[in-house]
């Protein structure tokens, strides 16, 4: 079955600090792949997708993820951390009709000033 | 912008009593998905919706049920609550084309006791 792995569940990082969020998916085709990213007390917002293409995609806030066929994974990447990037960030692979996605466990990223 | 609306954002029921959840999306979206988010698990999907009166069961769907009269409101219904499906419900849409982004609600945070 498809799934998407994300093994850290908490990463804790100083501001101005490169962050790396790691997410592996296993998928038999070409992945639609996702960053989400959930504020405390909020709803999911998009950070980036990828669908085909150029395998850097680069999305809001200063986020950018690689695909990475070989390895199967889908890292999310940021140069310098901001305080406002602590909340929780989730990897997620289209799986299904209807965009059906399959979600990551979520890492927490907690922001040290 | 999209905008998804939740009824609720906090919500205290009792064992048994039956609950509604309201979501409404203002995209003309045809596909709309519920979600329960617990700590650790990520999201899991419960149910999603093609089209008016369309429902398919997505990978959590027992103890629940759903409603689609309109395209715009997908309403999840808890027929008998139990303290176990206290948890962070999560409503989404989409459009229909493959790859589309999932635009998600606030939230309900349902406790039930």
């Known amino acids: 079955a498809q799934s998407v792995t994300q093994p850290d569940i908490h990463i804790t990082v100083s501001e101005g600090a490169s962050l790396e969020l790691r997410c592996n998916y296993s998928?038999?085709?070409?992945?639609?792949l996702f960053w989400y990213v959930q504020s405390p007390g909020q709803g999911l917002q998009l950070l980036l997708k990828?669908?085909?293409?150029?395998?850097l995609v680069q999305g809001i806030k200063g986020f950018e993820a690689e695909f990475k066929r070989s390895q199967s994974s889908f890292n999310l990447r940021k140069p310098s951390v901001h305080w406002s990037d602590a909340a929780e960030y989730f990897c997620?692979?289209?799986?299904?009709?209807?965009?059906?996605?399959?979600f990551g466990t979520g890492t927490q990223l907690k922001v040290e000033l | 912008d999209v905008k998804v609306t939740q009824s609720s954002r906090y919500l205290v029921k009792r064992t048994g009593e039956k609950v509604f959840l309201e979501c409404v999306q203002d995209?003309?979206?045809?596909?709309m998905f519920w979600y329960r988010q617990d700590p650790g698990l990520g999201l899991r999907l419960i149910y999603f919706?093609?089209?008016?009166?369309?429902?398919e069961k997505g990978d959590i769907p027992e103890g629940y049920s759903v409603s689609r009269e309109k395209k715009e409101r997908f309403s999840l219904i808890l027929e008998s609550a139990s303290t176990n499906q206290t948890s962070m419900y999560l409503c989404?849409?989409?459009?229909?084309?493959?790859?589309?982004?999932?635009?998600f609600g606030p939230g309900t945070r349902l406790l039930v006791l």
């Open positions: 989404a849409s989409s459009s229909g084309r493959l790859g589309e982004t999932q635009y």
């Open positions: 998928y038999g085709a070409t992945p639609y």
């Open positions: 990828y669908f085909s293409g150029d395998t």
């Open positions: 997620a692979v289209i799986t299904g009709g209807g965009n059906k996605l399959t």
């Open positions: 995209m003309d979206h045809e596909n």
């Open positions: 919706s093609y089209d008016v009166k369309m429902k």
